[in-house]
T-cell receptor
């Protein structure tokens, strides 16, 4: 079983602060996805990173894929209350094959207080 | 876009009854769909992988006779929880893979099942 360790599990910060969420594994992934989920809804895709060392930016969110494609980070600058939610990382293996699946981290529950 | 819908969004049923949940890809054909289960404040747990026209592949520990999956077309997969019990109460989420090349899955809005 491949494990994807996500940390921290809970994070409560004040509006305007910066934060980083980490996903680490001993396994190599073909790609890694980051999702955001609000209560009672399905996860919404934020980004997919594919290439080792890749950095993608989405407004105040910066995503990085490790050089070895085993880890990833999500950095949020100047967090806002609207960023509150459950952030999930998911690593993909078996692309193009019948054994393709996503392995999810446990999630980071972020609360941004006004 | 890549939109996935689920129906119903919420269902309450009595213990012993069966419940069917539909997952549809609205604007693309999905050769592969996935069914997940999520407990409160926890991550998603993959239950099974559903391929159009073939039998679903279930994850270890998931009872295939209890959670029946049918993938009848490229835009529809169904999950039937048979003889539901209170411990089956959970948030069930489906996702669809757009093609065999992309790793990205697009998720439905989920179905909240409560078994009394």
């Amino acid at each position: 079983t491949q494990l994807l360790e996500q940390s921290p599990q809970f994070l409560s910060i004040q509006e305007g602060e910066n934060l980083t969420v980490y996903c680490n594994s001993s396994s190599v992934f073909s790609s890694l996805q980051w999702y955001r989920q609000e209560p009672g809804e399905g996860p919404v895709l934020l980004v997919t990173v594919v290439t080792g060392g890749e950095v993608k930016k989405l407004k105040r969110l910066t995503f990085q894929f490790g050089d070895a494609r085993k880890d990833s980070s999500l950095h949020i600058t100047a967090a806002q209350p609207g960023d509150t939610g459950l952030y999930l990382c998911a690593g993909a293996r078996g692309s193009g094959g019948s054994n393709y699946k996503l392995t999810f981290g446990k999630g980071t529950l972020l609360t941004v207080n006004p | 876009g890549a939109v996935v819908s689920q129906h119903p969004s919420r269902v309450i049923c009595k213990s012993g009854t069966s419940v069917k949940i539909e997952c549809r890809s609205l604007d693309f054909q999905a050769t592969t769909m996935f069914w997940y289960r999520q407990f409160p404040k926890q991550s998603l747990m993959l239950m099974a992988t559903s391929n159009e026209g073939s039998k679903a592949t279930y994850e270890q520990g998931v009872e295939k006779d209890k959670f029946l999956i049918n993938h009848a077309s490229l835009t529809l997969s169904t999950l039937t929880v048979t003889s539901a019990h209170p411990e089956d109460s959970s948030f069930y989420i489906c996702s669809a893979r757009r093609d065999s090349i992309s790793d990205t899955q697009y998720f439905g809005p989920g179905t909240r099942l409560t078994v009394l």
